[in-house]
């Protein structure tokens, strides 16, 4: 059974960094892609980052650009997400979720998130940023 495990959530102030982990275990697939998403308090789920396995490609949110970089490490099966200079409204639950197969990552950053597009979820990290 595949599954998505996060770690590195905290509480930090405006301007610092945070690096979110999202741990593989059972993933023997050829394709896949692994998406972060952030969901704060009364707003909807989005997406933030996406990244996509083998070749490596890579789509960010505008509200991130420059300042969130996603990567993935092979021999750790594990999936980063550097979160460099955040502010406030980056505060929400930050989940990892997978899509196995051929997927688009575009999707990701450019159309409401719908959770059965992905096959796994990862049970979400709170990430809170102090003014």
């Known amino acids: 059974e595949a599954q998505l495990v996060e770690s590195g959530g905290g509480l930090v102030q405006a301007g610092r960094s945070l690096r979110l982990s999202c741990t593989l275990s059972?993933?023997?697939?050829?394709?896949?892609?692994i998406g972060w998403f952030r969901q704060a308090p009364g707003k909807e789920r989005e997406g933030v980052s996406c990244i996509r396995f083998p070749d490596g490609s890579t789509v960010y949110a505008d509200s991130v650009k420059g300042r969130f970089t996603i990567s993935m490490d092979n021999a750790q099966n594990t999936v980063y997400l550097q979160m460099n200079s955040l502010k406030p409204e980056d505060t929400a639950v930050y989940y990892c979720?997978?899509?196995?197969?051929?997927?688009?990552?575009?999707?990701?950053?450019?159309?409401?998130?719908?959770?059965?597009?992905?096959?796994?979820w990862g049970q979400g990290t709170q990430v809170t940023v102090s003014s």
């Open positions: 059972g993933f023997w697939f050829d394709n896949y892609a």
């Open positions: 979720a997978a899509a196995v197969g051929i997927f688009d990552i575009r999707v990701v950053t450019t159309t409401p998130v719908q959770i059965n597009m992905y096959d796994y």
